[in-house]
């Protein structure tokens, strides 16, 4: 079994920034990628931002990119999601993902932006921005 535990969300008025975290436990398992998702109150849960772990690739979705940052702190398997530039259409709980090496798709087609690729999930941390 693998724990996440996403935390760091927060109220954040609109222009600014906030940061993410989330870190992995539990039982010896290997990371292909950590990615984040959310999903707005009415919407159906969304790619944000995903990072491999041996390379360190990053894929954003267009809402976010230029705005958001993803990096991974290896040696303390977390991820971690920099937001900059926020609005009111950022607010949603932001949960962390892992997909660990023995995924069924962590192939080259595969780059961690579908919902579907990952095996563990954190509980979800509550983003909002205000106007």
């Known amino acids: 079994q693998v724990q996440l535990v996403d935390s760091g969300g927060g109220l954040v008025q609109a222009g600014g920034s906030l940061r993410l975290s989330c870190t992995a436990s539990?039982?010896?398992?290997?990371?292909?990628?950590m990615g984040w998702f959310r999903q707005a109150a009415g919407n159906e849960r969304e790619f944000v931002a995903a990072?491999?772990?041996?390379?360190?690739?990053?894929y954003y979705s267009d809402s976010v990119k230029g705005r958001f940052a993803i990096s991974r702190d290896i040696a303390k398997n977390t991820v971690y999601l920099e937001m900059n530039a926020m609005s009111p259409e950022d607010t949603a709980v932001y949960s962390c993902?892992?997909?660990?090496?023995?995924?069924?798709?962590?192939?080259?087609?595969?780059?961690?932006?579908?919902?579907?690729?990952?095996?563990?999930w954190g509980q979800g941390t509550q983003v909002t921005v205000s106007s």
């Open positions: 539990g039982r010896t398992f290997s990371v292909h990628a």
């Open positions: 990072i491999t772990w041996s390379s360190g690739s990053q």
């Open positions: 993902a892992l997909k660990s090496g023995s995924s069924y798709y962590t192939g080259p087609s595969y780059s961690g932006t579908q919902e579907f690729e990952y095996d563990h």
